[in-house]
């Protein structure tokens, strides 16, 4: 039997094997675990109205006012030059950078997987109906909504109106489209009113993988090309896409997991950057989603693994002890942020239950939930298991 800390030797070529079922589900009780959180924040969000990315501009921004704009989190104004090009500072914030129209796309995703969580736990129409305003004000209504496409995010002040990697900025919106789709699938949300969401989504996901931007993100070597397979499945699966969700099972398998994964299970692309704690947790997280949107019916991507044992399932056993205890920790500490880590995020719960680790589930239970901090909230994208394991 394969053990967290024993890996089989593997004939040559790539090993796929049969999903297993999830019989330790039943080890955790997310209605009961998550009732007063969720209902807590589902019951304040409904007294909140949508703004989309229409109600701030910035006057760096190149594009129109329904195209989404941000800036380079660690690009600086020149102290040599002020008003000329902004230099890099790798894992410096900069707090001055136009940052409206990402927290505006955060605050959905906060609200809206919330107030679905609360409609499958109360089945009260208020929260799918309200559900159902944020969504057609930011991919419907004419006045308010966004346009598909992100030609203007991570913008660079004096060198580039927008950049490939800026399409990590909506990782926020694919836990918008589980709550979309959970809520479609028990009849909360008509047919009718979501076929324009539909569209929008389709229309983005065919940008991602034709735009030279999108091209760009999809052949990034580190978490940045992982996020994108995780956008496009998660999009493209939404969409009715069923040809891009194929070509990113193919490039979990055959890209991701032989170039981001090491031998021993860590993440080498991230540990060499200035945030190597949170970067692998983050790259960890958006496999394990990847996973979770792409394993059935198709097959198990959970126990998938190359010749030599790289997969998942190593990488959640490299990461895990040092979630349970940061102090063990063998590399620099992340130049900030590092005590905000860790969080309770998907790569423990989804991978515990699939892979039937009960210590990765309950290291999982004790870690919090949710989090005031900015950054954290950028790069914490699974907020409500309830959506993604009812």
Known sequence: MLTRRTFLAVPAGLLLVPRRVWAAQAAIDLAALDRDRVLGQARRYLDEAPITITATSSPRSAGGPHDFFSEGDYWWPDPAHPDGPYVQRDGMTNPDNFVAHRQALIRLSLQVPALAAAWTLTRDARYADHVLRH??????DADTR???NLLYAQAIHGRVTGRGIGIID?????EVVRAARVLEAAGAIAPGPAQPIHDWFGQYVTW???HPYGIAERDAKNNHGTCWV????????????DDLVAACRTRFTDVLVPT????DGSFPLEIARTKPYGYSLFNLDAMATICQILSAPHGDLWTFET?????????????????ADKRTWPHPPDVMYFDDWPMRGPALLFGGLALDEPQDLAIWRRLPADSTVDEVNRNYFVRQP?????
């Open 135 to 140: 969504l057609r004000a930011w991919f419907v």
């Open 146 to 148: 966004m346009n598909p």
């Open 170 to 174: 909506t990782i926020h919106l694919v």
């Open 208 to 210: 991602m993988t034709t």
């Open 230 to 241: 995780m956008q496009v499945a998660a999009f493209a699966q939404y969409a009715g896409r």
């Open 260 to 263: 981001q994964i090491a031998p």
């Open 307 to 323: 010749p030599d044992g790289r997969g998942f399932r190593r990488a959640v056993a490299f990461m895990a002890p040092f979630i």
């Open 386 to 390: 309830l959506l993604w394991l009812s």
